[in-house]
């Protein structure tokens, strides 16, 4: 995959770039965690009080979703805060994620 950090046409140049990064930074991520067991999502470290890999996943993709927003100049919808935020939780940590990643 050639990640050029090129946007769509109808987008000015810096819009483009941060575009990109957020769509190649997807595509990259899914390419590397593709494969991966539940087990290996849900690894917290050897002594168990590292943030899992789905944390950090979930937390990227959190970031992501914002950054759309910003670049089309919207506030992210709340239903979408809901849904997948928050960033962090009440005590300045990456939320737990249950279930099936």
Not at 25 to 46: A, C, F, W
Request: hydrophobic share 35%.
């Amino acid at each position: 995959m050639f990640y050029d950090l090129q946007g769509e046409a109808n987008m000015t140049p810096i819009v483009g770039i941060l575009y990109s990064a957020v769509k190649e930074n997807s595509q990259r991520l899914q390419i590397i965690t593709d494969g991966m067991t539940q087990e290996e999502v849900d690894y917290k470290g050897p002594n168990n009080n590292n943030n899992s890999t789905a944390q950090l996943i979930k937390h990227m993709m959190y970031v992501d979703l914002n950054w759309i927003y910003r670049i089309k100049g919207q506030p992210l919808p709340d239903s979408l805060k809901e849904r997948y935020g928050p960033m962090i939780d009440a005590n300045n940590r990456l939320p737990m994620v249950k279930g099936s990643f």
